[in-house]
């Protein structure tokens, strides 16, 4: 009760508080403390929740289990490594004269109203308010795609606000049918748009009207989860915002838009059955696929990072579609793996960016000589997200691909492979060329501050890690998920 | 009869906005396209005597009439566009694509077999074409606020589709997608007088650098 408050007030309060405080190094300080206690308060609740029973609070809005603590957990840990980070980044900014002092206070209390948001979705128990909180993330996220005012990132915010609104709206009319489908089973019921209450009657659902929800759920979330073909927003936004938002926007909120579309998988499976599965292996594929020609022609570092997203979301849908027990644990740790890694990427390329002043990859040569501790760590992180072992991705990918040959899906095992084949080639085609080209000469290293080279070690314990085993806790964890995910949950 | 010509009048005026010339007229029918929304839920409230219709009327009435038309007249004045509305297609085309579509939707609730209230049955199709008709404006529309109003429309189906099939959303979701909407439309105006400062044009065709 205490810590659930906790959790979504104190990020508020940071924010206003750091936006009406001038003193710039007391808003770094104020800034810290509170995404640190934010980050003590959501793994708390987790624990909590992971070990004991799941957490409903304020007469069944909030109600938190394993699937919600963990997507808390993601949160929590990219958060923190992105608001350590944000200290270095920021200041060099604003050294730069690239942004303004208005804007350094403006960045900090955004971030943190995003960061509440997110958690939002994770916390209610009642979709309808899920969707709210999700609209939500797409409008303040939006403020921060666009928050250097340039012709570029302007353009990457409208067209994220739009596609996002848009998307979502689809979203919003399938909930209107599971609401319809709910109180047709419950009678005139408040409490109908209750995932809790929806899952122990998922069975008696009008299968007709679930299919119609299902689906437009499916792209409207998906859409803000960057599942192809509607995915343009994503290589957009994310290239264009301040580098710790790339790493928020990939780790944690397209994990939360997934998040959204995992509640309604679990009650339309109920309903539906395999046709559901369908759907997810269908848009899975497609994702992944669609990013390969895009990878392999690459220019802009961002952009690459970004596009792998779509396709590592893809591998997750596809992860969940195969389904059985291996497929779902796999898909399960890939989110979490995807999350330590990607954020890590995005992190450093943020560094190389501001090192390099670009994002062109033919411009960032010679970064292990240039910066050497951003530029290991770079092509540790690339070598885990192409799925090498022994890092972290290779564990989730090779258990998603056991897990088709397991389950009668063995034709998605065969292209997934094929596809990732190809975009390990590119990405590391590119990497290598970053990593041992010869350095421009008008480039001068520059110190970095050590709040953005030190802020990486966090994701990277998880990268190296969770390749070497997993740890039992972190088993328990997912399979205390995977229970839920059968709706078996409670 | 009250109701189906409410329900006919909301489609006319959603019909309107392709056919209008200036941003200006265009923030005006959506002022009296939401103030059309009002009365009809006003008659709701009339007729089942649930007084969660009566707050979504009074929040449709300020919200949608009159703060978010006011939101977007201020952007225009703002920004001083007076120019006249530019579609990727003559208005007569995207006006005889716009029935094409609603008649879709007419095609659609007869076949997919809707539950709906008892009040509710002429306000389906009507709501259907809304959501498409919204999308569409999006897509043939290039200047940045109309885009806006396209959602707007959307948004407008969408609330008309949730009352005409059960008894809308409960309230307090309610009251959360009128607050997101609002923000939405905050962050429409910002961005739209952001782009025209840096471009000089509302024109999303300048929003093309980002590729591949």
Partial sequence: MFEISGLLLTPVFTGLTVWGIRNKQLCEWIHLFGSVLTVIFGLKIAYFVFTGTPFSAWNDFIYIDALSAFNISITMLVSLTAALYSIGYIRHELHDNTITGEQFHRYYLWYHFFIVSMLGVSVTNNIGFLWVAIELTTLVSALLVGFYQRGTSLEAAWKYLIMGSVGIAFALLGIILLYISGIDVLGEEHQALNWTVLNHVASMLNPQWMTLAFIFILVGFGTKAGFAPMHFWLPDAHSQAPSPISAVLSGVLLNTAFYGILRIYVIANQTLGASVHTWLLGFGLLSVAITVPFILVQHDLKRMLAYSSVEHMGIITLGIGIGGPLGIYGALLHMFNHSMTKSLLFLAAGNLNQVYHSKRMDRILGMIKTTPVTGILFVIAIFAITGLPPFNLFVSEFTIMLAGFRENSMWASILFIIFIGFIFAGMLFYTMKMAFGQTPLKVKPKPLSKWSTTALFIPLIFVIGFGIYVPSFMTDILNQVALILKGAGR | ?212
């Fill in chain 2, 1 to 212: 009869m009250w109701i189906q010509s409410i329900a006919t009048s909301l489609l006319v005026s959603t019909f309107l906005l392709f056919l209008t010339r200036r941003i200006t007229t265009a923030v005006k029918i959506l002022s009296l396209q939401s103030f059309i929304l009002t009365i009809s839920v006003g008659i709701v409230w009339q007729i089942t005597g649930i007084s969660h219709f009566l707050i979504a009327a009074i929040l449709t009435l300020i919200i949608k009439a009159v703060i978010i038309p006011t939101i977007l007249y201020v952007t225009i004045i703002k920004i001083d566009v007076k120019r006249e509305v530019e579609g990727l297609i003559n208005p007569y085309t995207s006006l005889i694509a716009a029935i094409m579509l609603s008649l879709f939707a007419f095609y659609l609730t007869i076949h997919l077999n809707l539950p709906h209230s008892d009040f509710g049955k002429p306000y389906l199709p009507v709501s259907l074409s809304m959501i498409f008709l919204g999308a569409f404006i999006m897509i043939v529309h290039k200047k940045a606020l109309l885009q806006g109003i396209g959602l707007i429309v959307m948004e407008n189906g969408l609330f008309l589709i949730a009352m005409s099939l059960g008894f809308g959303m409960p309230i307090f979701i309610e009251m959360g997608i009128f607050f997101d909407l609002l923000v939405t439309v905050v962050i429409i105006g910002m961005f739209s007088y952001r782009i025209h400062s840096t471009f000089e044009s509302l024109n999303t065709e300048n929003l093309q650098n980002l590729k591949g």
